[in-house]
């Protein structure tokens, strides 16, 4: 006698030291609930098998997975599904009548997975693995527990996929070592906790600390087309955080999340943080071109989750997403297979309230709620500098000000690229030194200026002596802005330096038999 196994599912399962699951009585079939006492069901052919036996022996297919299943529900409630069809990542998954959003799944073959859709005939679920091996008809278990990390100060110094699943060699963990367990989906936190922000973080970039500040819970674009320096000004900003543990302040935990990029490329951002000294307080969040779609989908939502531990400890933290493009098309990919209605550019509708309550996450908490904060630097692609484009103004409209990298000045040596005119902080000089403020606060106009009478010199080389100053000295700002990669400079040198120009020391410097440029006076202060 065989039976449709259709919607089938186990209700209050337990399992037994063999891996051997116990039912109750329920088995689903034809959508109707009925009830079979004392029947065996053997998931492979899906047939009766005897009369006198009440349990189902998995073991023979994955012990390890009953293993964890065992240890993860401690008894609740396990529902168990088939696999219907298989559409890229996407897995359309029949039964599990009470799963729940964004909880975990698990297939036959070990793989992990995170429920998506709930439909009403079945659910639609991601698979993170890149290699399905499971097939239709396939069982498909639930946990009882939505999609969740493990968060702690075990993670520094180490590469992880979003999973939490180390890269790197991993680390022996103590007893004493504290390990949370969050999840990745985590309400943003209220009004009524944060605080205005009025520290700074100071990236160690000269032109970005002096024009565009960025505060300790602020959420600051990165936009630029592609090899325009988005990547380096991000890097930067997290070597410059060594100065702190150097000059005994607060200490600032670095989350670089890395969407789509290659593996060789990670290596040597890993290899510049260990080269620098600097992964003592950096976590990297990985996945690269080869892993799943679904895997770089849900990649900055862990990463955030692994830098709210430190947050809500009351400490600093940095997260940098590289970059949300990436995770766009991503979404869009997801969402396409999914059947979700398509918008502008094929997105779905609701791509802008995919990243906004990812950055909304980004605080500043108040004494009364630990005094941490969480400052987002999200990195975005442009097109031929095209920052009307949708995904641009999207994350435009949700950070707290943007820095726009000028493809055209990178190219001709101004670097880092930095577009005066364009990039902006809506914090501003809140956060900034009352010595920064004061020797910064016309540098804006005095660049606007400096473009100005370039362009006319272009044409007309006749010029009165006050435009002819102004050029002199506007080229001699441009060039105490340029800044090599991976050197960041600390604040006082940074305040020096613009005090040094304010007050027409390097108005002469060219004269000076010690030093033949700015660059060389930098590095005797670096020394």
């Given at each position: 006698m065989s039976l449709n196994n259709k919607n089938f599912y186990v209700e209050l399962a337990n399992f037994n030291k063999n891996g051997v699951l116990f039912m109750e009585e329920n088995l689903m079939s034809n959508n109707l609930l009925v009830s079979k006492k004392n029947v065996i069901v053997n998931f492979d052919n899906t047939k009766m098998l005897s009369k006198k036996k009440k349990?189902?022996?998995?073991?023979?297919r994955k012990p390890s997975l009953?293993?964890?299943?065992?240890?993860?529900?401690?008894?609740?409630?396990?529902?168990?599904?088939?696999?219907?069809?298989?559409?890229?990542?996407?897995?359309?998954?029949?039964?599990?009548?009470?799963?729940?959003?964004?909880?975990?799944?698990?297939?036959?073959?070990?793989?992990?997975?995170?429920?998506?859709?709930?439909?009403?005939?079945?659910?639609?679920?991601?698979?993170?693995?890149?290699?399905?091996?499971?097939?239709?008809?396939?069982?498909?278990?639930?946990?009882?527990?939505?999609?969740?990390?493990?968060?702690?100060?075990?993670?520094?110094?180490?590469?992880?996929?979003?999973?939490?699943?180390f890269l790197t060699k991993k680390q022996k963990v103590s007893s004493n070592t504290e390990v949370s367990i969050n999840q990745i989906e985590r309400k943003a936190p209220g009004v009524i906790t944060r605080l205005k922000i009025k520290r700074a973080l100071y990236t160690?970039?000269?032109?970005?600390?002096?024009?565009?500040?960025?505060?300790?819970?602020?959420?600051?674009?990165?936009?630029?087309?592609?090899?325009?320096?988005?990547?380096?000004?991000?890097i930067d900003t997290i070597l410059n955080q060594k100065y702190n543990i150097s000059f005994n302040k607060d200490s600032v935990f670095c989350v670089y999340c890395t969407i789509g990029k290659r593996m060789a490329e990670v290596k040597r951002i890993f290899k510049v943080f260990s080269m620098k000294a600097c992964l003592s307080f950096v976590i990297m969040v990985v996945t690269t071109a080869s892993d799943s779609a679904a895997l770089q989908y849900i990649a900055p939502y862990s990463a955030t989750t692994m830098a709210e531990f430190f947050t809500y400890k009351g400490k600093d933290s940095l997260i940098i997403y590289d970059d949300l493009t990436k995770h766009a098309d991503v979404y869009r990919q997801l969402s396409l297979l999914l059947r979700r209605p398509v918008g502008r550019e094929a997105f779905p509708g609701d791509v802008f309230y995919c990243h906004s309550r990812l950055l909304e996450r980004s605080v500043n908490m108040s004494s009364l709620y630990g005094a941490g904060s969480l400052t987002s630097l999200?990195?975005?692609?442009?097109?031929?500098?095209?920052?009307?484009?949708?995904?641009?103004?999207?994350?435009?409209?949700?950070?707290?000000?943007?820095?726009?990298?000028?493809?055209?000045?990178?190219?001709?040596?101004?670097?880092?690229?930095?577009?005066?005119g364009i990039s902006v902080s809506r914090i501003g000089s809140a956060v900034q030194s009352k010595a920064m403020k004061t020797f910064s606060g016309s540098l804006k106009l005095q660049l606007a200026q400096h473009r100005e009478i370039e362009s006319f010199a272009k044409f007309n080389n006749e010029m009165d002596d006050v435009a002819r100053?102004?050029?002199?000295?506007?080229?001699?700002?441009?060039?105490?802005?340029l800044q090599n990669k991976h050197k960041p400079l600390p604040m006082y040198l940074q305040t020096l330096l613009l005090f040094a120009t304010n007050t027409g020391y390097f108005d002469t410097i060219k004269k000076s038999k010690q030093f033949n440029s700015i660059a060389d006076f930098e590095e005797s202060l670096r020394t």
């Open positions: 349990k189902v022996n998995l073991s023979k009953f293993k964890f299943l065992l240890k993860k529900t401690k008894g609740s409630v396990v529902e168990v599904g088939r696999v219907m069809a298989i559409k890229d990542s996407v897995i359309v998954i029949e039964g599990m009548p009470s799963v729940k959003m964004f909880e975990c799944i698990h297939f036959v073959t070990g793989d992990e997975g995170v429920i998506l859709n709930l439909e009403k005939k079945n659910v639609k679920g991601l698979c993170f693995s890149a290699f399905i091996k499971f097939l239709v008809n396939d069982p498909v278990y639930t946990t009882g527990s939505v999609m969740s990390v493990k968060t702690g100060y075990f993670l520094l110094g180490n590469i992880l996929n979003p999973l939490g699943k160690g970039v000269k032109i970005v600390d002096a024009l565009v500040p960025i505060g300790r819970g602020q959420r600051e674009l990165i936009l630029g087309d592609r090899k325009s320096g988005k990547t380096s000004i991000a999200p990195i975005v692609e442009t097109i031929q500098g095209d920052v009307s484009a949708y995904i641009p103004t999207n994350i435009i409209s949700i950070t707290d000000g943007q820095i726009f990298l000028d493809l055209a000045r990178h190219q001709s040596g101004f670097r880092p690229a930095v577009d005066p100053q102004r050029l002199i000295r506007g080229r001699l700002l441009v060039d105490l802005l």
